[in-house]
């Protein structure tokens, strides 16, 4: 499984992209407006950190302006995924735009079916909502283990279906989980990457080395 970084911040995205495992970046309407930056350029930047897949939202609700609004972010880098919220008019939008030869990412996904649906449409990559779904009680990672499952019999193998990103993650074990669900991607926020590093005995085993050492060299 691979890891996209879920954030607008360019600090955090240089930062996660110098630890070498970061293959992508997600960003939101919300995500952005955080920032307080001019959208086009923002993107823009992200895409000169990463060289790698960056998904910008589309704000149009009717088909033909999502069209229109995706052709000028993927104007901005060859590397911009153009995301659309699953609904009718995304659904479209994202058949016009495949058929441009630009991919898409269609997000806020919360059933298999709604999955099924966007790789039917030409997704380039479908996001299902983990964290979301966990809040009201129901099981996000169950839903990418369906979706995997429904992906796996519903093509061929030859067959070119959307990778799915495991979004709206909280913490760790949600990555560990996505992965053993079969996941593509996980995407992922600042905060959760850097407690990926993070155990106890890491932390112990560093202070012994360095004390072991400096014993052993007082003078360095
Ligand atoms: C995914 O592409 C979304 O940007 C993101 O994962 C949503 O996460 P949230 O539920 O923490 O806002």
Request: proline letters at 4%.
């Given at each position: 499984?691979?890891l996209?970084?879920?954030s607008a911040n360019l600090?955090e995205?240089?930062?996660?992209?110098?630890?070498?495992?970061?293959?992508?970046v997600?960003t939101n309407p919300?995500?952005?407006?955080?920032e307080?930056?001019d959208?086009?350029?923002r993107?823009?930047d992200?895409c000169q950190?990463v060289q790698a897949?960056?998904?910008?939202?589309?704000t149009?609700?009717?088909a033909?302006a999502?069209?229109?609004?995706?052709?000028?972010?993927?104007?901005?880098?060859?590397?911009?995924?153009?995301k659309l919220p699953i609904?009718p008019?995304?659904?479209?939008?994202?058949?016009?735009?495949?058929?441009l030869?630009?991919?898409?990412?269609?997000?806020?996904?919360?059933?298999?079916?709604q999955a099924?649906m966007a790789?039917?449409?030409?997704?380039?990559y479908?996001?299902p909502?983990?964290g979301?779904l966990?809040d009201?009680?129901?099981?996000g990672i169950?839903?990418v283990?369906t979706?995997r499952?429904?992906?796996?019999?519903?093509?061929m193998?030859?067959?070119?279906r959307a990778e799915?990103?495991?979004?709206?993650?909280?913490?760790?074990?949600h990555?560990?989980?996505?992965a053993?669900?079969?996941?593509?991607i996980?995407?992922c926020?600042?905060s959760?990457l850097?407690?990926?590093?993070?155990?106890p005995?890491t932390?112990?085993?560093?202070e012994k080395?360095?004390?072991d050492?400096k014993q052993a060299?007082?003078?360095t």
């Open positions: 499984m691979r996209f970084i879920d600090d995205i240089r930062e996660a992209h110098s630890w070498g495992i970061i293959s992508g997600t919300s995500l952005v407006a955080k307080g930056a959208f086009h350029q993107v823009r992200i950190v897949p960056v998904s910008a939202e589309v149009a609700t009717e033909p999502m069209v229109e609004q995706g052709k000028r972010l993927a104007d901005l880098d060859e590397n911009v995924v153009v609904t008019a995304g659904l479209a939008a994202c058949a016009a735009l495949t058929a030869g630009i991919d898409t990412n269609v997000t806020l996904i919360f059933t298999a079916n099924l790789s039917l449409a030409g997704a380039r479908v996001s909502f983990v979301r966990d009201i009680g129901q099981d169950q839903l283990q979706i499952d429904v992906f796996d019999y519903s093509f193998p030859e067959q070119r799915i990103i495991a979004a709206s993650i909280r913490h760790p074990v990555i560990e989980r996505a053993l669900a079969g996941s593509d996980a995407t926020p600042f959760v850097k407690q990926l590093f993070r155990h005995l932390d112990a085993g560093i080395f360095l004390s050492w060299n007082p003078q």
